[in-house]
């Protein structure tokens, strides 16, 4: 840890905690349909839109309701995803001419961008045609993050209503999202990664003719370079906004295309937690009680900044191996130092940890660096703070509804340990609620553990291993941690474009978002219908910092304690043998 | 109960996908053409005959003495821009230090009086295996080496890397590093 690496934490942290306020309260405005700007002037588009589709905006859902429509759009998005992908040999806008893509990948894909996870197992410039690209993905990119934050609003509705049935509109909070948060935002960024040099073309690749060629595996001479390009930034823009980050190109966003320059770096790195960091704000301020937004933000800068400082100092060390042949890993005047295996020259050491620990918080899964190539603790911390279920920040909405599940824990431990009734936000915390709680925080625990378990145990798991002993257990950990958790990083030196990756990843990213949303959508239906609590002495206070400590323990406690066995065998042991074979 | 939301489901699926699926890539497009021509078509580089020698933002390979070297890239060949890839090595993975070792041994073949330490840049790959910088420790590295062979003076050779240093954003965010094509094309231009 050195100055510089500090004052790049800092200037980070401060321009993103300088947006929560204006983008969280405009969010807010959105949803209560108070005059924001975009939704005064595009006001009569929306209602046009509602009667072209058969939409009743202002007939409310139950939460059964809701659920079945969020499950038919997502339903229907897979299927035309899957579509797209099998028959793109076929349709326009393929300059590069690739085919269909395999029926185990298409499916793995259209679950993982209609899930948000965006994990991916192909490789965008020799896999996707333009049409894929934009028809396929981008739509999924923005609908997926709306679903998300449909969910979150839908749960807030049921802390402040009372005695009602109806949750809102399934339809009317999608469009809302798209239109007048996801899209204005994306726009303005894709403009500006144009600026700094992400392509947004529908030509071809270019062909260069090479400065010096050079002789390829075979030992046949290459003169030419052929440079994939397409149309990028439209896409990425939306990938980092909406916490999805399937990459255009294969390198994702260490693609000098993808992020050419520190400040391209910069802003998709603010991109990537502004939207849910501002739903705390937007959170707090539709319940009407603001310090409750900034409490659950403060939970999570509570775990996520440690997390931070500590990652930029294992990656600036470097790797005793490597030092011992001699390298010079130092930081200077001239060099970032460190350990720079699987690391952009540009980004350095702390513009790359800095970004692998905001995209595992975020769920976003978009990589600056090869996580695979972090010393052993550095690659540990992301993996972690997916498998404490994607809550620390989270994807756009997800995070905080899985962290609102937490909250519901806490206060029943709480209540468990002072003798009261367990309440959140003038709402009492029953059965129902603690049931449907237990499986959001159970549910991503077993499918990961079970699976990493499985597909060690089978050939076909094993040989999709790139990196041997510990690190190779690490690989498949953090699929599945990826996958269940919706995030979609991974430590790719793992094969994972075979049926059985394909198939199994898919189904944990599948049951890892859609076994999460339906009981959140039951406790937003059960607290809709309950009574307001009023506010007694007796009531546990919600937003102080004992709360706030109180619930990063929480959330510490049943993260550590499920996965420390498995972190054990994978990343500790081999920082152990890395640091002991000095 | 669900009868009800198939219509809604498939209207606003379809009128939400030409929405951010056709209009707003198409527009992007439009604007980028127009205001950020260059940028927008991958920031090429044309030689004097109007042909494409690479872009500023792709590296290539070098392995000639006589250029600077770049990055060690993971993809096949090296520097292929149709497949970027890292090497997803792990740090303890015995392939890594063999890779280092051989990247070592390279750069002292050619370089044999250079007794300073390596740095890190030059024997680690990176991320997408066409990052066309490097640290600027690393182009220092192989100063003298690349002045020697190409018989010019060393601050001529400095002069050069030092015209392609890009910095830090407001001197806050990134590295600075130098860009290893455009130096090199700026030394054969010499020549």
């Known amino acids: 840890m050195n100055w510089n690496n500090l004052i790049q934490i800092s200037f980070y942290l401060a321009a993103l905690l300088l947006a929560v306020k204006p983008l969280g309260t405009f969010m807010a405005s959105i949803y209560e349909e108070k005059p924001a700007g975009f939704n005064t002037w595009l006001g009569s588009l929306e209602r046009c839109l509602y009667r072209v589709c058969g939409v009743r905006a202002d007939v409310g859902m139950t939460w059964k309701e809701y659920a079945v429509a969020l499950m038919l759009f997502n339903a229907l998005g897979i299927v035309v995803v899957y579509i797209i992908q099998r028959f793109q040999g076929s349709l326009p806008l393929n300059p590069m001419e690739l085919p269909a893509v395999a029926a185990d990948s298409a499916f793995n894909t259209a679950v993982s961008f209609v899930s948000n996870t965006n994990w991916q197992g192909y490789g965008g410039e020799s896999t996707m045609s333009y ?25 807030a509705r049921g802390f402040i209503q009372k005695q009602t049935r109806a949750l809102g509109n399934f339809w009317v909070d999608i469009v809302r999202t798209t239109l007048y948060i996801l899209m204005p935002l994306s726009l303005i960024l894709a403009l500006l990664l144009v600026s700094q040099g992400v392509p947004q073309t529908f030509h071809s690749g270019a062909v260069a003719t090479l400065v010096q060629p050079v002789k390829d595996g075979t ?26 980050g399937g990459g255009f190109f294969n390198a994702n966003s260490a693609h000098p295309y993808e992020n050419p320059t520190p400040l391209s770096n910069l802003l998709q790195m603010f991109s990537i937690l502004l939207i849910p960091a501002a739903l705390c704000y937007t959170f707090g301020y539709l319940v009407k009680d603001l310090r409750q937004g900034w409490a659950l933000l403060a939970v999570i800068l509570t775990i996520f900044v440690p997390c931070l400082l500590w990652s930029v100092q294992i990656e600036q060390r470097g790797n005793p191996l490597l030092t011992r042949l001699g390298i010079d890993q130092s930081a200077t005047m001239f060099q970032s130092g460190g350990n720079m295996e699987g690391k952009e020259a540009r980004f350095g050491i702390v513009s790359s940890s800095i970004w692998s620990v905001a995209t595992a918080a975020a769920s976003n899964g978009s990589v600056n660096s090869m996580h695979d190539s972090y010393m052993p603790l550095g690659g540990m911390i992301p993996m972690w703070l997916i498998q404490l279920g994607e809550v620390i920040f989270g994807g756009v909405g997800s995070g905080l509804y899985g962290l609102i599940a937490f909250v519901i824990v806490a206060v029943f431990i709480a209540g468990l340990m002072i003798g009261r009734t367990p309440e959140y936000l003038g709402k009492k915390i029953e059965a129902q609620e603690m049931k449907m709680s237990a499986l959001i925080v159970l549910i991503p625990p077993l499918i990961i553990l079970m699976l990493t378990a499985l597909s060690v145990s089978v050939a076909v798991g094993k040989v999709g291993i790139l990196n041997p002993g510990a690190h190779g257990f690490s690989e498949i950990l953090y699929a599945f941690s990826s ?11 793992l094969s994972a474009n075979t049926p059985f990756y394909n198939i199994a990843l898919g189904l944990a990213m599948f049951f890892g978002r859609f076994w999460l949303i339906v009981p959140v959508l039951a406790i937003a239906g059960s607290l809709s219908s309950k009574k307001i609590v009023p506010v007694s002495p007796g009531t546990l206070p919600t937003h102080t910092p004992l709360f706030v400590f109180f619930l990063a323990i929480v959330v510490v406690v049943v993260g550590a304690l499920t996965f420390f066995p498995a972190l054990s065998l994978g990343p500790i042991v081999e920082h152990l043998m890395l640091n002991g074979a000095q | 109960m669900w009868r009800e939301q198939i219509r809604p489901a498939f209207m606003v699926f379809i009128v939400l996908t030409v929405i951010t699926g056709v209009i707003y890539p198409l527009f992007v497009t439009g604007v980028a053409q127009i205001f950020f021509y260059k940028q927008a078509n991958g920031s090429l580089l044309y030689a004097e005959d109007g042909s494409v020698v690479g872009s500023s933002l792709v590296g290539q390979n070098f392995d000639d003495p006589r250029y600077f070297w770049g990055r060690p890239s993971a993809t096949s060949p090296a520097y292929n821009a149709l497949a970027s890839s890292g090497s997803n090595l792990g740090p303890s993975n015995p392939a890594l230090v063999a890779a280092v070792r051989a990247r070592i041994a390279a750069l002292k073949i050619v370089d044999p009086e250079n007794q300073a330490a390596i740095p890190i840049d030059l024997v680690s790959a990176s991320a997408s295996g066409l990052d066309p910088h490097l640290s600027l420790a690393g182009a220092y590295y192989q100063l003298s080496r690349v002045a020697r062979l190409r018989k010019l003076p060393e601050a001529k050779v400095r002069q050069i890397v030092q015209q392609n240093i890009s910095g830090r954003f407001l001197g806050l965010a990134g590295e600075p590093v130098i860009n290893i094509l455009k130096v090199n094309l700026a030394l054969d231009s010499l020549n």
């Not at chain 1, 894929?132 to 749960?155: D, E, I, K, P």
């Not at chain 1, 030992?219 to 916490?243: C, E």
């Open chain 1, 219 to 244: 030992g046949n001479t290459v003169t030419q370079q052929v440079i994939a390009l397409g149309p990028a930034a439209s896409q990425i823009a939306i990938k980092q906004l909406g916490t999805n």
């Open chain 1, 483 to 493: 996958a269940s958790g919706n995030n979609g990083s991974a430590f790719a030196g």
């Open chain 1, 131 to 155: 049409l894929t690209q934009m028809l396929a993905l981008t739509v999924q990119n923005f609908v997926s993050a709306a679903t998300g934050m449909a969910v979150l609003v839908a749960l």
